[in-house]
């Protein structure tokens, strides 16, 4: 049913100069799902979900956001939009000028009018939902380990209690212990928002523990998706090999 869709996405198309990177994009986000994109480097992951934010423009297609499309939609709608959406970006790319209170809050107080003390107790708030002291609220981000920057990160996808959250390559950098603090954490803010998450991940494990639902992206098209317990046992060649590692035949060249 439509209703239950967060996103409905038809027919996308986004071309950068001659690179076709999405050549007719069907997805469904259904509304508390966890949603996992896997598609290999350069398949067009992040421009899929910056697409879906609105970050890019669609050459053409349909992206229905709540049941209202969002390609081409008024600035004002958009932003209303966006307070419900939360994005951790690949990279972290928190701002080095800003402190961590005013990285955190930074779209927050685009979105609201806040008091200077409001300001201070929602980043405090947020930064202890992960798992963070307000000791660190006025260091800046080069003061950070990076899986402190990884955490001040989350805090601030999360900041506007977003309805539906993007992750974009959330564990990359990081050792495995600190992956899976963020892994952890990425489930319990979920959960806590009852949110729906979009994740972009290369690491399977990461991808096993955040994810109910795959989707894989293969030169321009979803070619399979389904739920994360079936992907072990698909019979889709190239998502087999992306999940085990395996080179197809076919990609090598006889010496
Ligand atoms: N702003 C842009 N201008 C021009 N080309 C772009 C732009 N953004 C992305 N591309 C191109 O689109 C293609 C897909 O890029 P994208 O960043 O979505 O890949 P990805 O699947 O996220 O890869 P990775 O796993 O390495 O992050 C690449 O060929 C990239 O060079
Ligand atoms: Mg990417």
Redesign the pocket.
């Given at each position: 049913m439509d209703e239950e869709l967060k996103f409905k996405i038809r027919s996308l198309n986004k071309t950068?100069?001659n690179?076709h990177?999405l050549k007719g994009i069907d997805l469904d986000v259904v509304k508390g799902s966890s949603l996992i994109i896997l598609?290999?480097?350069?398949?067009?992951?992040?421009?899929?979900i910056k697409l879906m934010v609105g970050l890019?423009t669609a050459d053409s297609g349909s992206i229905l956001y709540e049941g209202n499309e969002s390609i081409g939609m008024p600035y004002k709608d958009r932003l209303k939009m966006l307070e419900n959406c939360g994005y951790l970006f690949?990279a972290g790319a928190l701002f080095d000028s800003l402190t961590v209170q005013q990285n955190i809050t930074f779209f927050a107080e685009k979105l609201h009018s806040l008091t200077k003390k409001d300001i201070r107790e929602l980043a405090s708030k947020k930064l202890q939902s992960v798992g963070l002291s307000n000791k660190i609220l006025d260091l800046y981000p080069s003061e950070l380990s990076g899986g402190m920057q990884k955490r001040v990160s989350l805090a601030r996808a999360v900041c506007v209690d977003p309805k539906v959250i993007f992750f974009?390559?959330p564990t990359t950098g990081l050792d495995p212990i600190m992956s899976n603090v963020i892994n952890d954490l990425i489930v319990k803010v979920r959960d806590e928002l009852g949110a729906t998450t979009v994740t972009?991940t290369?690491d399977m494990q990461s991808a096993r523990k955040i994810g109910k639902e795959v989707a894989f992206?293969f030169e321009g098209r979803i070619v399979w998706s389904g739920k994360m317990s079936e992907i072990d046992s698909t019979d889709n060649d190239n998502l087999r090999q992306f999940i085990t590692g395996e080179i197809a035949k076919s990609n090598l060249v006889e010496a």
């Open positions: 950068f100069g690179n990177v598609g290999g480097s350069g398949s067009g992951k992040s421009v899929l890019l690949q974009d390559e972009i290369h992206l």
